[in-house]
């Protein structure tokens, strides 16, 4: 990290300002050279930025001294006139002067290793940059202001107050210690196990505010799945004929319901069929609805009775569609929303009835949620490693204390605590430039 780095900090392309970051040990030097000198810290301050004799832009310059800064080194902010030329201008003169264009995620991930934040923060700026709905703002806002972390130190502590005890009797069995001292650790292993299931059944809710909810239309040929996908995303994406057959792949479209991000997603009908693209359609259709959030079974007037009984689940909603033509009973026990995409008759009602059921299952406020695979995995680890230490303990405290250890290993990697350079590429990858 010796080497002083700079990116292009706003999108490119022509706009009205265009910013460029700044950090590392040359920040200062490289302002002097830039005619940018003297700057008091943190306060914006006007200078003519010119190199090697040519007037680069009238900008408007920020400086902050290390640690006080997002990395933790020295950096600074060069607010540009937003014009390509301005901007290539600029970029040529850091070059010239022994900077170097920052690699994705590099600013972010020099402030984890300067300290300024872990693991879990650091993986928070990439989502709120990428957030479109208030719920993953929200969400990534959240863990940002430290809230997942301070759980997951929380579950550290106690996990080590737990190996403390088991250690004790291991380390000191001949000082004056109470009897089977590591046993105590029990009740204290018993609550940290429970609340690692309680984090890992949150991975699903944080993941999907995150990447979005999947529904899948699926029903019958000509049941009108894919009227009532153009209807719902308020577009025509998908083709719609009278003839059965028509859709024979998954379309998928993103939108936003209720403030969360939904991807939408528009089947093959269900039916038996000679023709072989058709029968790729359908065994797609089948498997895209076992990976669904929720299900939307489509059916119209007509369609066989009980069609749908061997695939529906817990959970799924009926759409009892083209309601204009007339209306059939559906399976006692499923809720059912009829509508027709005709008149749209019954539309504001499924867009009410999904958005209640999004808040229902994403708006959860007892946990901070789980929001990516690399957390709930190492989450089962450390509760694998718990449940294991816990029945160690009654008959040998340093097989328990083994797990323990393990345990502790799992959660430290979640923040970056121990163990993270295997993990950096992996969390950072994924970053825009000049950030």
């Not at 292009?8 to 910013?19: M, Q």
Request: aromatic content about 4%; glycine content about 8%; some cysteine.
């Amino acid at each position: 990290m010796n080497e002083t780095i700079f990116a292009l900090a706003t999108p490119p392309g022509r706009g009205a300002i265009a910013v460029i970051r700044l950090s590392g040990p040359e920040v200062e030097p490289t302002l002097t050279a830039l005619g940018a000198t003297p700057l008091p810290p943190r306060l914006a301050s006007v200078r003519n930025l010119s190199h090697d004799g040519g007037h680069i832009d009238q900008a408007l310059v920020l400086r902050f001294v290390a640690p006080h800064s997002y990395t933790g080194e020295d950096a600074a902010e060069l607010h540009l006139h937003g014009g390509r030329a301005v901007v290539e201008a600029a970029s040529q003169a850091l070059i010239a002067l022994g900077l170097r264009p920052a690699e994705p995620g590099e600013f972010t991930r020099r402030a984890f290793q300067n300290g300024r934040m872990d693991l879990a923060q650091a993986e928070a700026v990439a989502d709120l940059i990428d957030a479109e709905t208030a719920a993953q703002a929200k969400q990534a806002l959240g863990q940002l202001d430290g809230r997942l972390s301070e759980t997951y130190a929380g579950f550290r502590r106690d996990l080590l107050t737990a190996l403390a005890l088991v250690e004790a009797e291991i380390d000191f069995p001949d000082e004056e210690v109470p009897d089977n001292l590591a046993r105590t650790a029990g009740p204290v292993l018993d609550r940290l196990a429970e609340d690692l299931r309680r984090a890992v059944a949150t991975a699903r809710r944080g993941e999907r505010v995150r990447d979005g909810y999947r529904i899948v239309l699926i029903g019958e040929t000509n049941a009108g799945k894919s009227s009532l996908f153009n209807a719902l995303i308020a577009r025509e994406a998908a083709i719609v004929t009278p003839i059965a057959g028509t859709t024979r792949d998954v379309l998928d479209a993103e939108l936003v319901i209720g403030g969360y991000a939904v991807t939408l997603s528009d089947t093959a009908g269900l039916r038996d069929s000679d023709d072989p693209v058709e029968a790729e359609g359908v065994r797609r259709a089948r498997t895209r609805a076992e990976q669904a959030d929720l299900r939307l079974w489509v059916r119209a007037p007509g369609d066989p009775e009980g069609a749908a009984g061997a695939y529906v689940r817990p959970g799924d909603l009926i759409v009892a569609n083209k309601a204009d033509l007339g209306v059939d009973e559906v399976e006692p026990g499923l809720e059912v929303v009829r509508v027709s995409t005709t008149n749209r008759e019954g539309l504001q009602a499924l867009h009410d009835w999904i958005a209640a059921r999004l808040a229902r299952d994403l708006s959860g406020t007892d946990f901070p949620a789980v929001t990516r695979e690399r957390h709930r995995l190492r989450l089962m680890e450390a509760l694998a490693a718990v449940e294991a230490g816990r029945s160690a303990l009654a008959v040998a405290p340093e097989m328990a204390g083994d797990d323990l250890r393990r345990a502790a290993d799992s959660l430290a990697r979640v923040t970056g605590a121990i163990g993270v350079e295997d993990i950096l590429g992996q969390v950072f990858a994924s970053f825009c430039i000049g950030k």
